[in-house]
């Protein structure tokens, strides 16, 4: 899946433009091209690499412009790589500054100071992706977050006050869109369960099958859990961030919480065929190391093989930051490594190696095949998942068989071929539909790509965090200031 917004800014782009979109993650910059002017879009984990690229066009000639969320709070970084940057939402803000750039008055900064209204929006420009390298496509239809955890950036960015699409404009899109998968890259989906019912009816007919993010309190709503299962939901991308009600609160976070009922609403998702992706993060204040081992054993106990683990970052433009910032807690890092799957902060009750190396340990365990295969055990075996996805064009269907066969059954690991086996033996029993298997064991693959990189990188890594270690943060001791 590639970001949305490329394909969106080119919708927003007149017509008189001849436009190229390229994205690595599915393909190299041809060295050929030429352009009069560039759009990068940025965050965290490609905010170096969107630099690099800015200072290669503007050494061609060309005008670079920046968005995203990493540019729009770094903006001043960006500009020494850059001649604009496009501030919070694009929509009217682009087509000023491609208008100044045909006058030769580029500013800049080009920052909204209204939300734009968000009824309705233009589809976005699939036609000018490579599409086969492309399983699955991103939609948005909110905009907007009630809460304010400290460590994110939504509601600064987007504001407090949701607002929605219209239904038939969604609709619309997803008529348009150019495969059957998607992801609902909004960041509660099912905030406003009265609209997302609307929402859910509206798409049955259309036969497609998606993902999205939200809260666990889906379960609460039996008539919306079986829309959502009915409308072709496959997986929920829940952010539990941390099993520490204490952490929760020092980082502001309301919602989505409540030990006791986790295990209710888990099982409900479960039942009814849908995945649950759980993200938590340890590193705060007040955490310890033995977090790791409780969100293993929830892990276990509960039956989620997909565990997004992060360490604590602090994002440029967080409270987070500004907190970390102000006690001198900020280690001076390459930003791809401050994305949660490496130490940046001057972190209380742990030293930043004692740190790494948990998380390394834990991550080894939570992906280790024999551990995947005894959730996959309990998950798969009564059945829950046998509801079958869309179909997927066949050309794909034989690079995905190819890679599963490569990765499992060619594979050293006995580990890894008794999951395949276990797999196929659901498959042929039909307690399990073949997509899901497949899709399963595909999933858990990209799922160890960033473990396999960090044991690629551990000497390198952990030699640079002993080099910068301060052992943990004591408040009010002086002289613990990280080096920069
Ligand atoms: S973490 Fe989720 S709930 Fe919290 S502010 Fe961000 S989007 Fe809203």
Redesign the pocket.
Known sequence: MIPLALPTIAALTPGHYDISIFDEEIGELPGHARPDIVGITTIDATGRRAFEIGDRYRALGAKVVYGGPFASYTREEALKHGDSVVVGEAEGKWEECLADFENGCLKPVYETQTYVDYKSQKPPRWDLVDMNRVFQVAIQVSRG?P???D??L??KTFGRKMRYRDVENVVEELKAAPVKYLFFVD??LTINKKYVKELMRAIIPLKISWGCMCSLDVATDDELLTLMADAGCFNILV?FESLNPESLDESH?H?NRGGSIYAEAIRKIHAAGIHISASFVVGFDNDTLDEFDRIFNFSMEHNLPYVNLHLLNAAPGTETHRKFQQEGRLFNCEPELGVGHFPTLHYMNMSQIDLFDKYMETISRLYSFKTIRAKAEALFSNGAFTRAGSDIPASLKVRLSWITFKEFVLSTDPERRKLFWFIIGLIRTDRIAIDKGLGFMLSILGYTRHIRSHHRNMKEFRQMILDQDKGPWIKNEPNQQPPV
Request: charged content about 25%; overall charge negative.
């Open positions: 977050c809460f304010d955890c460590f994110c939504v509601s960041d509660n952010g976070k919602h």
